[in-house]
C-alpha cells in the first residue's frame, strides 16, 4: 500500500470514528451539574445571634422555610439544594432552637409573638422585600403573624401540617395541651407534657405515620434531641406549649387574611401525622381561591420520607406563583 494510500484509508476511518460518536451522543455520560452550596450563616437580631442556613442566587425569588416543633433549620437540610438552582432559600432557627442564641427564660419571654417578632427583624436584616413561606407545625404561628402584617410582602405559602383552624386540633394529643391553657400555673398540668421533650417522643414524630420508616434517618430526631437537651431547653419548650395558646384566637384574623389577600396556597399535608392531622387542612378550602391541594402518605415531618415529591409540587407550584420577586 502506498503512502497516499495509507493516507486516505486513515482519514477514511478517522471520518467513521467520529461519525459512530456523533450518532451515540445521547448515550455518553455527561458530568453532573454542582449541586448548589448551602452556606450556614448568623446574623444578630436584637441582640441574638440567628443562625440560618441560605442557598440560591441573591436575586432570585425568596423562600423562607420555617420550622417546626421540636427541630430546626436542620429539618430543610434536603429540601434546600432542591430548590436553590431558582430560588433564594433560607431557613433561620428560631431563638432556643438549633444554632441561635439560647437567651435565659427571664432576659427573653419565650412566645409566638417574640418569635415572630424575631423573625420579622431577621427578614429585615436580610432586606427581604418578598419571599414565599413555608410553614410546618411552630412555622405556621410564625409565619401567619408575618403573613398579617406584611401581606404585600408574600408571594406565596406552602403549607405542610401548619394550622390555622380549630378544626386541626380537635384530637387526642390536645387535650392535655388544653387542660394546661386552663390551668397556667398548675405545676401537675405543665409536668404532664414534659413527655414531649423526651427521646422517644422526638423519635415518634419523626417516624408515626410513615409508610417505610426505612425512609427516615435517624439523625434528624438525634440531632433534635441533642438541643433540646441542653439545660434549660426543657422549660423553654413549656412555656412556649402554654402559649400556643395564644394562637386559636388568631385564627380568624389569619382566615380573614387568607380571604382578603388571597395567597396562592400549597397544601403539602402528611394524613397520618396524630399531632396536626387532616382535619386541619381541609378547612383552607373555605378561604382560598388559588389552592393546591395534596394529601401525602407521610406523617409529621413529611419531608424525611415524601422529600422528592414535596420539592417537586413546590416547584411546580411556586414556578406558576412565586416566580417573580
Same mark, same amino acid.
Not at 395567597?263 to 381561591?289: C, Q, S, T
Given at each position: 500500500?502506498?503512502?497516499?494510500?495509507?493516507?486516505?484509508?486513515?482519514?477514511?476511518?478517522?471520518?467513521?470514528?467520529?461519525?459512530?460518536?456523533?450518532?451515540?451522543?445521547?448515550?455518553?455520560?455527561? $458530568?453532573?451539574?454542582?449541586?448548589?452550596?448551602?452556606?450556614?450563616?448568623?446574623?444578630?437580631?436584637?441582640?441574638?445571634?440567628?443562625?440560618?442556613? *441560605?442557598?440560591?442566587?441573591?436575586?432570585?425569588?425568596?423562600?423562607?422555610?420555617?420550622?417546626?416543633?421540636?427541630?430546626?433549620?436542620?429539618?430543610?437540610?434536603?429540601?434546600?439544594?432542591?430548590?436553590?438552582?431558582? #430560588?433564594?432559600?433560607?431557613? $433561620? %432557627?428560631?431563638?432556643? #432552637?438549633?444554632?441561635?442564641?439560647?437567651?435565659?427564660?427571664?432576659?427573653?419571654?419565650?412566645?409566638?409573638?417574640?418569635?415572630?417578632?424575631?423573625?420579622?427583624?431577621?427578614?429585615?436584616?436580610? *432586606?427581604?422585600?418578598?419571599?414565599?413561606?413555608?410553614?410546618? %407545625?411552630?412555622?405556621?404561628?410564625?409565619?401567619?403573624?408575618?403573613?398579617?402584617?406584611?401581606? *404585600?410582602?408574600?408571594?406565596?405559602?406552602?403549607?405542610?401540617?401548619?394550622?390555622?383552624?380549630? *378544626?386541626?386540633? %380537635?384530637?387526642?394529643?390536645?387535650?392535655?395541651?388544653?387542660?394546661?391553657?386552663?390551668? $397556667?400555673?398548675?405545676?401537675?398540668?405543665?409536668?404532664?407534657?414534659?413527655?414531649?421533650?423526651?427521646?422517644?417522643?422526638?423519635?415518634? &414524630?419523626?417516624?408515626?405515620?410513615?409508610?417505610?420508616?426505612?425512609?427516615?434517618?435517624?439523625?434528624?430526631?438525634?440531632?433534635? &434531641?441533642?438541643?433540646?437537651?441542653?439545660?434549660?431547653?426543657?422549660?423553654?419548650?413549656?412555656?412556649?406549649?402554654? %402559649?400556643?395558646?395564644?394562637?386559636?384566637?388568631?385564627?380568624?384574623?389569619?382566615?380573614?387574611?387568607?380571604?382578603?389577600?388571597?395567597?396562592?396556597?400549597?397544601?403539602?399535608?402528611?394524613?397520618?401525622?396524630?399531632?396536626?392531622?387532616?382535619?386541619?387542612?381541609?378547612?383552607?378550602?373555605?378561604?382560598?381561591?388559588?389552592?393546591?391541594?395534596?394529601?401525602?402518605?407521610?406523617?409529621?415531618?413529611?419531608?424525611?420520607?415524601?422529600?422528592?415529591?414535596?420539592?417537586?409540587?413546590?416547584?411546580?407550584?411556586?414556578?406558576?406563583?412565586?416566580?417573580?420577586?
Amino acid at each position: 500500500m502506498t503512502h497516499s494510500t495509507k493516507f486516505a484509508a486513515a482519514l477514511v476511518l478517522a471520518a467513521a470514528v467520529l461519525f459512530t460518536l456523533g450518532s451515540n451522543r445521547v448515550a455518553v455520560a455527561q $458530568p453532573a451539574a454542582d449541586p448548589p452550596k448551602v452556606y450556614h450563616k448568623t446574623v444578630q437580631v436584637g441582640g441574638l445571634d440567628i443562625f440560618y442556613r *441560605e442557598a440560591g442566587p441573591k436575586d432570585a425569588p425568596a423562600i423562607l422555610l420555617l420550622h417546626g416543633f421540636p427541630t430546626s433549620s436542620q429539618m430543610f437540610r434536603n429540601l434546600i439544594p432542591k430548590l436553590a438552582d431558582k #430560588y433564594r432559600v433560607i431557613a $433561620p %432557627d428560631y431563638p432556643g #432552637y438549633g444554632h441561635s442564641s439560647m437567651p435565659d427564660r427571664d432576659k427573653f419571654a419565650y412566645t409566638f409573638d417574640n418569635l415572630a417578632k424575631v423573625i420579622d427583624e431577621f427578614t429585615e436584616k436580610l *432586606e427581604l422585600k418578598s419571599y414565599a413561606l413555608y410553614v410546618q %407545625d411552630y412555622g405556621a404561628p410564625v409565619g401567619y403573624r408575618l403573613a398579617v402584617k406584611h401581606p *404585600e410582602r408574600i408571594t406565596a405559602i406552602v403549607v405542610q401540617n401548619g394550622n390555622a383552624y380549630d *378544626e386541626g386540633l %380537635d384530637n387526642d394529643f390536645w387535650k392535655p395541651i388544653k387542660a394546661y391553657w386552663k390551668e $397556667p400555673t398548675s405545676k401537675e398540668k405543665r409536668d404532664a407534657l414534659r413527655f414531649v421533650v423526651k427521646y422517644d417522643a422526638t423519635k415518634w &414524630q419523626y417516624t408515626h405515620g410513615v409508610k417505610n420508616p426505612e425512609l427516615v434517618s435517624p439523625d434528624g430526631a438525634a440531632n433534635d &434531641q441533642f438541643l433540646l437537651d441542653r439545660k434549660g431547653n426543657d422549660e423553654i419548650q413549656m412555656d412556649l406549649m402554654l %402559649d400556643y395558646g395564644s394562637n386559636p384566637p388568631l385564627y380568624p384574623k389569619w382566615q380573614e387574611y387568607f380571604r382578603t389577600h388571597q395567597p396562592p396556597v400549597l397544601i403539602a399535608w402528611g394524613k397520618n401525622d396524630k399531632i396536626f392531622p387532616a382535619e386541619g387542612a381541609e378547612p383552607y378550602k373555605r378561604d382560598l381561591k388559588t389552592l393546591h391541594y395534596h394529601l401525602l402518605d407521610a406523617g409529621h415531618f413529611a419531608l424525611e420520607s415524601n422529600g422528592d415529591e414535596i420539592a417537586g409540587l413546590m416547584r411546580d407550584f411556586l414556578g406558576k406563583h412565586a416566580a417573580k420577586k
